[in-house]
C-alpha cells in the first residue's frame, strides 16, 4: 500500500525559505523503482492544482518554468523522504502543498496535504 | 505554462450522464495520450479516475469513463450519485516544459 505525507510549518513570513518534507511507504526511489517520481503540487484556497517539482528515481529533476529560481527538491532514498524548498515566500503562495506519487506521466497516489499561510 | 481549459461547472441529476471537457493543444491533449482525470471531493486530496486517457486505476468504478479527441479529452461520469459532487482536474503531458499542466478545473453539482 502506497502512501505519503507531507509535514512542515503552516505559518511562515514573507520573504523566508519555506521547507517541506515528503515522507512515504510502499514504493522505492532508488533503481529498483525505474519510471517513479515523488513530486510536489499546491493548490491556493479556491483555486486551481499548480506543479511545483518532481524527482525522478535516478535523480532526475523538473520543475515549474514559472518557479524553477525559487525551488530545490532532494531525495533521501535511504529514508524514503523528498523535501522541497521553496525561497523568498509571499503571501500568494498561501496553499496546501501536496505530495504525490508519479510514475510515467500519471499520478496515482496523493499525500493528504498540508496547508502553508504566509503571513506577517 | 497555460492551464487546459475545462468547464467552470457541471450539473446533472441523480442517474443522469455529465460529461466534463478538458481542451488543450497539440503540444499536449492532440498529440500524447497521457491525460488523467483527479477527482477531488470536499475538503479531501484528489484521487485518480482516469489515466492514459481511458485507463481506469484499480478500485475506481466503471462509472467513470475517458475518451479524447482531437485536442480535447472528456470525462464521463454515468449514473451520476449525490456522492459524486466535488471538484474535477485533468492533466496531462505538455511537451513545452518537463513536468505536466493541470486543467483550470470543474465543479460537479448534482441537482
Known amino acids: 500500500q502506497i502512501t505519503l505525507r507531507e509535514s512542515g510549518p503552516a505559518l511562515v513570513k514573507p520573504t523566508e525559505t519555506l521547507t517541506l518534507t515528503c515522507t512515504f511507504s510502499g514504493f522505492s526511489l532508488d533503481n529498483t523503482g525505474m519510471g517513479v517520481g515523488v513530486g510536489w503540487i499546491r493548490q491556493p484556497p479556491g483555486k486551481a492544482l499548480e506543479w511545483l517539482a518532481l524527482?525522478?528515481?535516478?535523480?532526475?529533476?523538473r520543475f515549474s518554468p514559472s518557479l524553477e529560481s525559487r525551488l530545490s527538491i532532494t531525495k533521501d532514498s535511504s529514508r524514503n523522504q523528498v523535501v522541497l524548498m521553496m525561497t523568498n515566500m509571499d503571501p500568494a503562495d498561501t496553499a496546501t502543498y501536496y505530495c504525490v506519487h508519479r510514475r510515467g506521466f500519471t499520478i496515482f497516489f496523493w499525500g493528504q496535504g498540508t496547508l502553508v499561510t504566509v503571513a506577517s | 505554462q497555460s492551464a487546459l481549459t475545462q468547464p467552470a461547472s457541471v450539473s446533472g441529476s441523480p442517474g443522469q450522464s455529465i460529461t466534463i471537457s478538458c481542451t488543450g493543444t497539440i503540444y499536449d491533449i492532440g498529440t500524447y495520450d497521457y491525460v488523467s482525470w483527479h477527482q477531488q471531493l470536499p475538503d479531501r486530496a484528489p484521487k485518480v479516475l482516469i489515466y492514459d486517457v481511458s485507463d481506469r486505476p484499480s478500485g475506481v468504478s466503471n462509472r467513470f469513463s475517458g475518451s479524447k479527441s482531437g485536442n480535447t479529452a472528456s470525462l464521463t461520469i454515468s449514473g451520476l450519485q449525490a456522492d459524486d459532487e466535488g471538484d474535477y482536474y485533468c492533466?496531462?503531458?505538455?511537451?513545452?516544459?518537463?513536468?505536466?499542466?493541470f486543467g483550470t478545473g470543474t465543479k460537479v453539482t448534482v441537482l
Open positions: 524527482i525522478y528515481w535516478d535523480d532526475d529533476k
Open positions: 492533466s496531462s503531458y505538455i511537451s513545452t516544459n518537463t513536468i505536466g499542466v
